[in-house]
Structure formats: C-alpha cells, structure tokens
C-alpha cells in the first residue's frame, strides 16, 4: 500500500476526525429480512438449514478424501 495509492490504511484517529465520519454500518441492512411477516415457518428454516450443512459437509467429506489420496 503506498499512501498516494487507491487503497490506505488509516488510523483510527484520522477516521473520527473527518467532518462526516462514521463507523456505524446500520445502514446495511438485508432488505428480505425486515418483513418477517413473509419468512417460512421455522420448521421449514430448520429443514433448509439441516439441508445446507448436510451439502457441505459431504463437500468436505470428498475433498478430505481427495487429500488422503495425494501423496504427502
């Protein structure tokens, strides 16, 4: 990083001074969860929760052996 370049870093001092700066990020928001009027029932939430860790760990599960198989 060089100080005239795209990308600085900043100390937290030089931050808070700036005229309008702000650390508060309430501004990102999923807008998909603020009616949770419209969310599915919690048992369906469960369901598709069990679902994804069960896909990921079978992905795990096929690059674990993919791993033992590689000669060290």
């Known amino acids: ?3 005239d370049g795209r990308w600085r870093a900043y100390e937290y001092d030089e931050l ?3 005229d309008k700066a702000s650390l508060d ?3 990102l928001k999923d807008d998909s969860l603020a ?3 419209n969310l ?3 048992e ?3 369901q598709e929760i069990v679902d994804d860790l ?3 760990l079978e992905q ?3 690059i674990a052996g993919d791993l033992a198989e590689k000669p060290a």
């Open 1 to 3: 990083m060089t100080p």
């Open 16 to 18: 808070v001074a700036r």
């Open 25 to 27: 990020i309430f501004w």
């Open 35 to 37: 009616d949770s009027d």
């Open 40 to 42: 599915p029932p919690p």
């Open 44 to 46: 369906v939430i469960a």
């Open 54 to 56: 069960e896909a990921a």
């Open 60 to 62: 795990f599960r096929l």
